[in-house]
């Protein structure tokens, strides 16, 4: 099995996000795990910056995960994924990957987290996406977002 490394490309300084605010809906690929109900989702921005975002289910209103482009944060994470789920997605360049990272939220900015372990990849050309869960053990399941 060969692997691909995905590198987010910067899209802007500080609002990643923004240009990609428009997005009718992420059909994901395989079910988020632990969701296996949920696979239709927008993503919604939260903040005028366009850096806080919401991926939100189309198939259940109530359910959601924060959620926030990795480049924003942390500029020098690049998930290896298999070539699977490169194919899965229809990835054809890195230009064409959204790497978003689940929050947890803290009382504060200061305590909020994200999941490094298991990013939300999307093909924004292609609109499908996938929780890929990593094998690399020097990723933190709950990341400081501000050190």
């Known amino acids: 099995m060969t692997q691909t490394q995905v590198r987010e490309p910067v899209r802007s300084a500080m609002s990643p ?3 990609l605010s428009q997005i009718p809906m ?3 690929s395989r079910p988020v795990p632990g969701f296996p109900q949920l696979s239709r989702f927008a993503l ?3 903040d005028d910056d366009g850096v806080l975002c919401a991926l939100r ?4 209103p109530e359910m959601r995960f924060l959620v926030v482009s ?3 944060f942390f500029p020098d994470y690049a998930p290896v994924v298999d070539d699977a789920t490169v194919a899965e997605l229809g990835i054809e360049t890195v230009e064409d990957v959204l790497v978003l990272v689940v929050l947890s939220a803290g009382t ?3 305590e909020t987290t994200a999941n490094l372990l298991a990013p939300i990849l999307v093909n924004t050309r292609t609109l499908r996406g996938a929780q890929v869960i990593l094998d690399d053990p020097a990723l933190q399941l709950a990341a400081p ?3």
């Open 108 to 110: 504060s900015l200061a």
């Open 57 to 60: 289910s189309l198939d259940d």
């Open 17 to 19: 996000l923004s240009e």
């Open 44 to 46: 919604v921005q939260l």
């Open 26 to 28: 992420i059909e994901m």
């Open 70 to 72: 990795a480049v924003s």
């Open 145 to 147: 977002l501000v050190a």
